[in-house]
């Protein structure tokens, strides 16, 4: 299993991104697919999963302003990221895991992305 992310990058408060997660090997629709962060210095996060039903979980801190998706057909996730706020800044990493209730302790990662949002 490959997972590649892009779409990181720097912008300004208030401004937006979107990342990508190109999934490949044997990744199924019933894997749970998840974005986590981590900030220079602190502990890789959750920030947002999507189950093989499509259902969507997110942190507290995100919720209303983050948006995650999948396209099963396509292998790939998204994490839509508006308002994006200097606290947001991270490396963020795509995850597989074989269920939903199992995104806390994934099984595969991506090699992550960059995230800057500048004041």
């Known amino acids: 299993v490959q997972l590649v992310e892009s779409g990181g990058g720097l912008v300004q408060a208030g401004g937006s991104l979107r990342l990508s997660c190109a999934a490949s090997?044997?990744?199924?629709?019933?894997?749970?697919m998840g974005w986590y962060r981590q900030a220079p210095g602190k502990e890789r996060d959750f920030v947002a999963a999507v189950s093989s039903d499509g259902s969507t979980f997110y942190t507290d801190s995100v919720k209303g302003r983050f948006t995650i998706s999948r396209d099963n057909a396509k292998n790939t996730l998204y994490l839509q990221m508006n308002s994006l706020e200097p606290e947001d800044t991270a490396m963020y990493y795509c995850a597989v895991s074989q269920a939903i209730a199992t995104i806390g302790l994934p099984d595969y990662w991506g090699q992550g992305t960059q995230v800057t949002v500048s004041s």
């Open positions: 090997g044997s990744i199924f629709v019933t894997n749970a």
